[in-house]
């Protein structure tokens, strides 16, 4: 089946820095990314969508100069929280698309914690 | 908008038994596609089951399977002889896209969650 990887899976970082984190598709190409957001216990929550050499798509409600995001190939988009504050702290998933599937899914990513000193 | 509720925040099932999870949706739209996705402790998603809208035949995947009624905007799952590694927590999902188009192209609105325990 298809592989989606993120790196890195946890990251600490102190308040006011950037992180990046990156989300790969291993076998095959994503046209379209998306990235989600989830607190603990709770649900998760769409905050983008990427498209390969466009600019992403945000929710409302998303910053989008703070949460940046650049899908610069087709098997890697980026998402990179600038000047982190606590209230950042969370989960951080991505899905890509399969669109040359027979049924045109959406893989997972295994997600990244970020915690924000 | 669309929204998807999910009313029950935790079930519990012995082994080996079948236990059915609620969804209800609401959209305007007619045709969209309907997920349910397993989340362990791992926090690895997992897509369980797909439905498109357009289809009447309920879907099913081995032990699992939907009951799903589009005029009630109802979607729920069922588990058959449940194992112990069913545990997780299951989201409901909805994803909008025209008919045949796959369902892949737009993000997915999560109901928030039931907790499924699994009693040995």
Redesign the interface.
Known sequence: GAVVSQHPSWVICKSGTSVKIECRSLDFQAT?M?W?R?FPK?????MA?SNEGSKATY?QGVEKDKFLINHASLTLSTLTVTSAHPEDSS?Y?C?A???S?L????Y?G??TRLTVL | AQTVTQSQPEMSVQEAETVTLSCTYDTSESDYYLFW?KQPP??????VI?QEAYKQQNATENRFSVNFQKAAKSFSLKISDSQLGDAAMY?CAYSGGLMY?????????????THLIIQP
Do not use: C, H, N, V
């Open positions: 379209t998306f989600y989830q709770q649900s998760l929550m769409l969508t929710e989960f998933i899905s698309r399969d669109g599937a049924t045109d899914t959406q997972f295994p997600g | 996705y791992s926090r690895q998603m997992i897509l797909r989201f188009s796959g369902g892949g192209a737009d993000g997915l609105t999560f109901g928030k969650g």
